[in-house]
C-alpha cells in the first residue's frame, strides 16, 4: 500500500526520514518529496511549509501523483482545551476551520456552502492509533482540532474557538489537509504534540519541544505504519 506521512515543518519529518534511512527524492510543485519502502509498504513523505495553502498543496500532490491510498499527518499544536498539557499527544476525531467566516450569508462559522463545518478523521486509523498507544504506553488523546491560517496567542480569541467548534486544539494545517482527503476519498488521520497549554504554561523553549515531540511522533507514527494492513 502507498502511504502518505506529512508535517508542516521539516523538523517534523527529519525523525521520520532518519529512521527509514535510505529514500530517493524527487522534486514537485515546489516541494520535495521523500520515497521509500518501510513496514512492508511505500511511503512518501514531506513537509508543505506552514498554513493551509501549501499543507492543501502538499496533500493534494501526494494523492494525485504519488497515489498515496491514506495520508498520516504528525506534528504540534496548542491546546485550549484544560485538559492538555504541554507533550501531550492528540489525535483529530474532527477538524474545523476556525478562520471561515460567511456568517454574513446565515452560515454557521467554519462553513462553506457544499462542504460542513467539521471534517472527520478516519475511524479506523483512530482506532490502530488507540491501539498503538496502549502497546508504547502512551496516554493519547483524542478531540477536534481547529485549523486557521493564523498563529493564536490571545486568550480571548482561543476561548471562542473552544466555545463556537468545542475545539480541544489549535493548528494552522489539519482541516485543509482533511479537505482535500475528503474529496479525495483518502482515509486520513491527524496526530498533533501540544507544544503551549491553555493555561499558559511555560514548559521548554519551542525548538527543544519541537525536537522531542517530533521523535516522539516519528515512532508513533511508524508503529502505525507497520500495523496497517497491506
Keep these: 500500500m502507498k502511504l502518505a506521512l506529512m508535517g508542516a515543518m521539516r523538523e517534523e519529518i527529519d525523525p521520520i526520514l532518519e529512521a527509514v534511512n535510505e529514500y530517493t527524492t524527487s522534486e514537485y510543485a515546489g516541494n520535495t518529496f521523500y520515497e521509500c519502502q518501510y513496514g512492508g509498504h511505500e511511503l512518501v513523505i514531506a513537509y508543505s511549509k506552514i498554513g493551509k495553502v501549501f499543507s492543501a498543496i502538499t496533500a493534494s500532490v501526494m494523492i494525485e501523483r504519488y497515489k498515496a491510498q491514506k495520508l498520516l499527518f504528525s506534528g504540534v499544536a496548542g491546546g485550549?482545551?484544560?485538559?492538555?498539557?504541554?507533550?501531550?499527544?492528540?489525535?483529530?476525531?474532527?477538524?474545523?476551520?476556525h478562520d471561515v467566516d460567511i456568517t454574513a450569508?446565515?452560515?454557521?462559522?467554519?462553513?462553506?456552502?457544499?462542504?460542513?463545518?467539521?471534517?472527520?478523521?478516519?475511524?479506523?486509523?483512530?482506532?490502530?492509533?488507540?491501539?498503538?498507544?496502549?502497546?508504547?504506553?502512551?496516554?493519547?488523546?483524542?478531540?477536534?482540532?481547529?485549523?486557521?491560517?493564523?498563529?493564536?496567542?490571545?486568550?480571548?480569541?482561543?476561548?471562542?474557538?473552544?466555545?463556537?467548534?468545542?475545539?480541544?486544539?489549535?493548528?494552522?494545517?489539519?482541516?485543509?489537509?482533511?479537505?482535500?482527503?475528503?474529496?479525495?476519498n483518502v482515509p486520513f488521520f491527524v496526530l498533533r504534540a501540544i507544544s503551549d497549554a491553555a493555561d499558559g504554561e511555560a514548559g521548554m523553549d519551542f525548538d527543544t519541544f519541537l525536537k522531542s515531540s517530533a521523535s516522539v511522533s516519528a515512532k508513533f507514527i511508524l508503529e502505525m505504519v507497520a500495523r496497517i494492513g497491506h
Design 80 to 97: 485550549i482545551s484544560k485538559d492538555l498539557k504541554i507533550g501531550d499527544l492528540v489525535m483529530a476525531s474532527a477538524l474545523c476551520q
Design 105 to 184: 450569508f446565515g452560515h454557521p462559522y467554519g462553513f462553506i456552502p457544499e462542504g460542513s463545518v467539521m471534517i472527520e478523521a478516519d475511524s479506523d486509523l483512530r482506532s490502530l492509533a488507540a491501539e498503538v498507544a496502549v502497546d508504547m504506553g502512551i496516554e493519547l488523546y483524542e478531540g477536534i482540532i481547529a485549523t486557521g491560517d493564523q498563529f493564536v496567542a490571545s486568550a480571548e480569541r482561543k476561548e471562542w474557538i473552544e466555545k463556537t467548534f468545542n475545539a480541544d486544539a489549535l493548528e494552522m494545517e489539519g482541516a485543509s489537509v482533511a479537505c482535500v482527503c475528503q474529496n479525495f
